[in-house]
């Protein structure tokens, strides 16, 4: 069975799908829509998948968003590799809001984190040839795309790298503070 593990921040869920192993190798279901309904957030139907690959260890994506009314929801998991995934309250009425979660996925582990709207997210590659896999409850919409800049001493992640030894896109060094944030 499926094991659900939620946080002190209301939204975000980790998911531990139960794995059945045998001489064979491995099965699991990774997704099932009814069972993510019931028991994980009922309004939320995932409606694209996205694929990445990175090649570098330290390798950081994001943090990222989606604006409303195109605000996406997430669920990641790691195909080949691990990661350290983060979750970042963006919700400007959260009691949470700036805080974040932090877990590591990998292929091993099976782990998925789900990102629930209002929440910025982003990863670290935790070795070379990481793969990770998320299914996005709205469309890509490049005019409500937003980051928030993933090194802000306000948010307090504990990334496995430092500044120098990250490989970042020329996109994601310019998003701005948690405190330049215009929603």
Same mark, same amino acid.
């Given at each position: 069975m499926t094991t659900i593990e939620r946080f002190t921040i209301e939204g975000p869920a980790l998911i531990h799908p139960k794995v059945h192993g045998d001489a064979r190798g491995q099965f699991f279901e990774a997704f099932r829509q009814d069972l993510f309904q019931r028991d994980v957030d009922p *309004?939320? &139907?995932?409606?694209?998948?996205?694929?990445?690959l990175s090649r570098p260890a330290g390798t950081v994506r994001g943090l990222h968003f989606?604006?409303?009314?195109? *605000?996406? &929801?997430?669920l990641v998991r790691v195909l080949r590799g691990a990661i350290l995934d983060v979750a970042?309250?963006?919700r400007p009425s959260s009691p949470t809001f700036g805080q974040h979660v932090a877990v590591t996925l990998s292929a091993e582990n099976h782990a998925q984190l789900y990102v629930p709207t209002g929440f910025a997210h982003g990863f670290c590659t935790l070795g070379p040839d990481t793969e990770v896999f998320y299914k996005t409850s709205d469309y890509y919409s490049p005019e409500h795309d937003r980051g928030l800049a993933w090194d802000d001493p306000a948010l307090g992640i504990a990334w496995p790298v430092g500044d120098t030894a990250t490989t970042l896109s020329d996109r994601d060094r310019k998003h701005p503070r948690l405190a330049d944030l215009a929603f």
């Open positions: *309004a939320i &139907a995932f409606v694209q998948d996205n694929q990445s989606q604006l409303e009314p195109r *605000a996406q &929801a997430k970042v309250d963006i």
